[in-house]
């Protein structure tokens, strides 16, 4: 079975062109969220601070389309993006929050010391709204449309030059 | 002085390296060359100084020399000492080095040992030898220098990886390597059979102890890897088909197969070709492995920096390597004659089912463990896990466990089954009955029956062979074959069990509560903080009592360590004859409560002593052969002396 | 080599820099068993294959992270309330793709996974075959 031989060869080729191409691409480390397009599921959420309220699916099918921030107080990164997060709160975005696995006290230091550019921060504390929209970790932010159909899934910190593309995708969700 | 005295012992090697790939060369061009006869010298000197490169990095280790860049990354002055040096291949650059090392000794040896094949095949072998080590010292000089100091020199090193800090997983590490990297040599006899086409049964010889020992090291290794997952990871798991396991199965269904493809080549003179791939692919399998996990091209795994550079380096050597082993051999392959006939009921019969099934798992470990990154290159991610591996690997498996049984008992050539009617009728006898006694007694699910089915065949029929033969005329070889048989049978019960009978208990109990898990009852005595060398941690004290018997301490830790600051659950585990109670300690819970996690394993340690089992019966097996290759060196130098007595000055007992 | 990625595994079991840790306690069933034990199970059996999507090696039930702990609450209180396995698998599917799944289904993207060794088999029946033809 000589082209048994030759068969193994191109195999082997293959796979090596295969390793090459995956070299050179950049790694994408992310799990991206599968529900893009897909109505936000149900959930209600109690209020995480005193000073804001809750947070349910329907406030985020009430017409207006509205940034959805997932972020901790004991998330390194959410420090980092608080001044971005207050930036886009300035360029008129509505912007609601999810508290994944905190204390109110946690959080009201947290906004103490970093900022409140939220409307409403529900508090989650098992990752049910967290893992109900495929995300997978903090921080992350998704720009849901008035009808709460979930459009678009930023996935780590928000950097200056994520502002934009976030205010293109809010304006094009109807904003 | 000793990193620049390090760094100058592996350039020279390297050097070396070169001279014996030329002389190499050159003298198989030219037969008779006087070149030649630098090859041997050239190996053994450059093992030496590897050896010394490699010895140099052990002592800047054991002094923690914080001038040097990889020690101070590496390692910290308050580690135990044994830990130290564990630091100098718990990296990347130090691994390498181990790499070239291992493989720069394996050259020596051969060099210095073997003189019973054709020179020129000995030629082509050293030259491919020294052709596979260049790329790696060129890759260890080029892009991961272990001896680049650090200017100035730190104050302090940063620290092991904690879960680094344990004597097995110190230890693990270049077990695996000697087993990786030994297979080079098998590569590298392949390689120099194909340039010379003389592949014979004395070739086979010559080759098979390398094989048997790299495969020795390669088992030891990958039981105790799965051993240290197992306590380690503290969720009593002991194999993940992960990616970096699969990365060292696969080198090891590749040198299995080889190891009995060689005993055909060997003692029948068949299956020619089919070993000489068996050589390439066993070596490229590990070659592979390395780059996979190097490159950092699968896991997607934060902690370390991966670095595409070596990885683009590593794929070249392969691309070289391998591709071009493997295009000499589809060159050259039809040019070996196929070697002797023989019936499909016959041992030779029997291991090529052995051989083509263990190709076949290997394929299925490489497809599931590369099919991600193939859908990654269309933007779909997929996770290839135990749900594939266990019941697709099956389908080869599983039959081959029943050859497996049998095989042993068929002669070489040509058999009958009338012979071994008797034989085969108690196989499977003992098989059924274990197989209906699972069903109808203990309920046990499908697949860990077939398990335990067929380990209870394969263990009657590893000894079988030993029916009607005396006992202590056995060669050591045939041990090795039983034991090593009866070895998979006990770590398939042992798996099998595992499987079927394990108990897992959660809690969150008080001080003073007492949990059941299986025939266990254990109480929370106390918990209490406990500081060792560079870590400080939280100590259950459990007393475990088996079926109200005494009571027995158990003192799971969770550690916090501070260089680098991180956190380890240290389990603790409890061995009966008859399996392990596994016990961890988690977090605090709520009202003074603590997280314990029990498990009750009946037979799991039975799957380590298959594995070491395995590894015993092929340690009898080198053992056998490398004893009768003396006794046949020191007849053949009587018969020499016999015949040439007036050119011996001394008498030749002595020497042989 | 091998130990490298299987300790970069493990860091991230034991949740990387202790400062970006959450200190609430875990969820409800993160480390609590169903009462029933063949609902515990089915749900055992199931988290052995899905995906901790925090630590990207290793199934959610070999993993202390604290994501694990909420998908295998997830797991565990969807069983109790009467789903099938499958439903649960297909719901976090639905969510985060295949790759939160171990056990691959045969799609579009994965029927190689299986026809492969479909046609290795016939392969090794093929070698086999041949070497049985040429002895005689």
Not at chain 1, 10 to 27: C, E, I, N
Not at chain 2, 21 to 42: D, I, N, T
Not at chain 2, 304 to 324: H, K, N, S
Request: glycine share 8%.
């Amino acid at each position: 079975m000589t082209w048994l031989r030759w068969v193994l060869l191109a195999l082997v080729a293959a796979l090596f062109g295969l390793f090459a191409w995956q070299l050179s691409q950049p790694k994408d480390e992310f799990v991206h969220s599968a529900m893009i397009g897909e109505p936000i599921p149900e959930f209600d959420l109690p209020a995480a601070v005193t000073e804001r309220p809750g947070l349910s699916s329907a406030n985020l099918a009430d017409g207006q389309p509205k940034l959805l921030n997932i972020f901790a107080s004991w998330c390194v990164p959410c420090r980092a993006e608080a001044p971005q997060l207050a930036q886009l709160e300035a360029s008129g975005a509505n912007i609601v929050a999810v508290a994944i696995r905190d204390r109110p006290e946690d959080v009201a230091a947290f906004l103490e010391a970093y900022g409140n550019p939220f409307s409403r921060i529900g508090k989650d504390d098992i990752s049910a709204v967290q893992l109900s929209i495929g995300s997978s970790g903090v921080p992350e932010t998704f720009v849901i449309d008035g009808q709460g159909v979930i459009r678009y899934q930023h996935i780590g910190d928000i950097r200056d030059s994520d502002i934009p593309k976030l205010l293109e995708e809010l304006r094009k969700a109807g904003a | 002085m000793i990193a620049e005295f390090g760094l100058a012992a592996l350039w020279l090697s390297a050097a070396l390296a070169g001279l014996q790939l030329l002389a190499g060369f050159l003298g198989l061009r030219q037969s008779g060359s006087e070149l030649s006869a630098l090859v041997r010298p050239a190996a053994v000197t450059q093992a030496l100084l590897c050896a010394l490169s490699f010895g140099a990095l052990l002592l800047l280790f054991a002094r923690t020399d914080l001038s040097v860049a990889l020690v101070a990354k590496n390692s910290h002055s308050d580690k135990p000492f044994i830990f130290k040096l564990a630091g100098a291949w718990g990296n990347h650059e130090g691994s390498m080095l181990l790499w070239v090392t291992v493989m720069a000794l394996a050259g020596g040896l051969i060099a210095f040992l073997e003189r019973r094949l054709p020179e020129r095949t000995m030629l082509a072998t050293l030259a491919s030898q020294a052709f596979v080590g260049l790329g790696f010292y060129a890759f260890l000089l080029i892009s991961s220098n272990p001896f680049e100091r650090l200017v100035p020199a730190a104050a302090e090193g940063a620290g092991l990886n904690p879960l680094l800090q344990d004597i097995g997983l110190a230890l693990h590490p270049p077990t695996l390597y000697f087993g990786y990297v030994g297979l080079s040599i098998a590569f590298s006899f392949a390689v120099g059979a194909l340039l010379t086409r003389q592949v014979t049964p004395d070739f086979a010889k010559v080759m098979r102890p390398w094989v048997l020992g790299a495969w020795i090291f390669l088992t030891l290794g990958i039981t105790a890897g799965s051993y240290w997952a197992y306590y380690e990871l503290g969720w009593g798991g002991w194999w993940f088909w992960d990616p970096v396991e699969n990365a060292s199965l696969m080198p090891w269904l590749a040198a299995t197969a080889l190891l009995h493809s060689v005993s055909v080549l060997a003692s029948r003179d068949a299956l020619r070709a089919w070993t000489i791939m068996l050589g390439v692919v066993a070596f490229s399998m590990s070659m592979i492995g390395t780059f996979l996990v190097r490159s950092g091209i699968l896991t997607s795994v934060h902690a370390f920096a991966v670095d595409p550079e070596r990885g683009t380096f590593i794929l070249v050597l392969l691309a070289i390597y391998i591709g071009g082993a493997l295009a000499l051999f589809a060159f050259r392959a039809g040019t070996i004659a196929e070697g002797e006939r023989f019936s499909v009921l016959s041992r030779e019969g029997a291991l090529v089912v052995n051989n083509v099934a263990l190709s076949a798992i290997l394929g299925i470990v490489l497809l599931g463990t590369l099919y991600p990154l193939l859908t990654e290159a269309f933007d779909v991610r997929v996770s290839v896990g135990p749900p594939y591996f266990n019941p697709v690997g099956a389908i080869f498996f599983l039959p081959m466990l029943v050859v497996l049984a049998i095989g042993p008992l068929l002669r070489w050539r040509r058999d009958s089954f009338a012979r071994i009617r008797l034989p085969v009728i108690a196989i499977a006898v003992v098989g059924s009955a274990v197989l209906l006694a699972g069903w109808l007694i203990a309920g046990i699910a499908l697949m860990p029956l077939l398990g335990m089915s067929l380990a209870a065949a394969v263990a009657v029929g590893s000894f079988l062979p030993l029916r009607g033969r005396s006992l202590r005329r056995l060669p050591l070889p045939v041990w090795g074959m039983v034991i090593a048989h009866f070895g998979i049978a006990v770590a398939l019960f042992g798996m099998a069990a595992d499987t079927a009978f394990t108990r897992e208990k959660l809690v969150a109990a008080q001080v003073g509560e007492t949990a059941r898990v299986g025939p266990w009852s254990v109480k929370l005595a106390s918990v209490d903080p406990v500081a060792g060398p560079n870590w400080t941690a939280l100590e259950a004290r459990l007393l475990a009592s088996y079926r109200g018997g005494g009571e027995h301490e158990l003192k799971p830790q969770a550690r916090s360590f501070w260089t680098p600051p991180q956190q380890t659950s240290e389990s603790a585990l409890l061995t009966r004859w008859n399996g392990q109670l596994y016990a961890v300690i988690g977090g605090e819970a709520e009202g003074g409560r603590w997280q314990l996690r029990l498990w009750w394993k009946p037979f799991v340690t039975w799957i380590w002593y298959g594995g070491v089992l395995i590894a015993l019966g092929g340690f009898l097996a080198l053992l056998g052969r490398l004893s009768g290759d003396l006794r046949r060196r020191s007849a053949q130098a009587k018969i020499a002396a016999r015949r040439a007595p007036e050119t011996v000055s001394e008498p030749v007992e002595v020497v042989a | 080599m091998s130990v490298r990625l299987i300790l970069a595994a493990l860091l991230l079991v034991f949740a990387g820099p202790v400062a970006a840790q959450d200190t609430l306690p875990p969820a409800p069933y993160a480390y609590r068993q169903l009462d029933d034990p063949a609902l515990e199970a089915k749900a055992q059996a199931l988290m052995e294959t899905l995906r901790c999507l925090k630590c990207q090696s290793q199934s959610i039930a070999d993993s202390d992270a604290p994501m694990a702990g909420d998908m295998r609450h997830q797991v565990r209180t969807r069983i109790a309330a009467g789903e099938d396995p499958e439903q649960v698998r297909a719901w976090l599917i639905e969510r985060y793709g295949d790759y939160v799944s171990y056990k691959p289904e045969i799609s579009a993207t994965t029927w190689p996974l299986f026809a492969i060794p479909v046609a290795l088999l016939a392969l090794a029946v093929l070698i086999i075959v041949r070497r049985l033809r040429k002895a005689k």
